[in-house]
Nanobody, 116 residues
Framework: QVQLVESGGGLVQAGGSLRLSCVASGSTFSMDTMGWYRQAPGKQRELVAS???????NYADSVKGRFTISRDNAKTTVYLQMNSLKPEDTAVYYCNAPTRRVPYTWGQGTQVTVSS
């Protein structure tokens, strides 16, 4: 059973930076494509960045050039470096494996709040 634990969120002013971490227990981490999602109040959860097991990243247009996803397979951890944050980036951020037919059980997420 894979457990996902997100951390690193907080309150930051517009233009600031945060680095999120997601530790994923379980032996298949190195093979999974991992992704960061976010869900703002009243909106659907959206995938903002993903990274393959070999380290190839993809980004939603809304974060391209500002966010960087990376992973450390030895630590079974995926990171999201968020720069030039905007108020519209405010959301709860989650990680999961977007190419799995059945997602892993969602973690508690980490709140990111960007003030203008």
């Amino acid at each position: 059973q894979v457990q996902l634990v997100e951390s690193g969120g907080g309150l930051v002013q517009a233009g600031g930076s945060l680095r999120l971490s997601c530790v994923a227990s379980g032996s298949t981490f190195s093979m999974d494509t991992m992704g960061w999602y976010r869900q703002a109040p009243g909106k659907q959860r959206e995938l903002v960045a993903s990274i393959s097991g070999l380290g190839y990243p993809n980004y939603a247009d809304s974060v391209k050039g500002r966010f960087t996803i990376s992973r450390d397979n030895a630590k079974t951890t995926v990171y999201l470096q968020m720069n030039s944050l905007k108020p519209e980036d405010t959301a709860v951020y989650y990680c999961n494996a977007p190419t799995r037919r059945v997602p892993y059980t969602w973690g508690q997420g980490t709140q990111v709040t960007v003030s203008s």
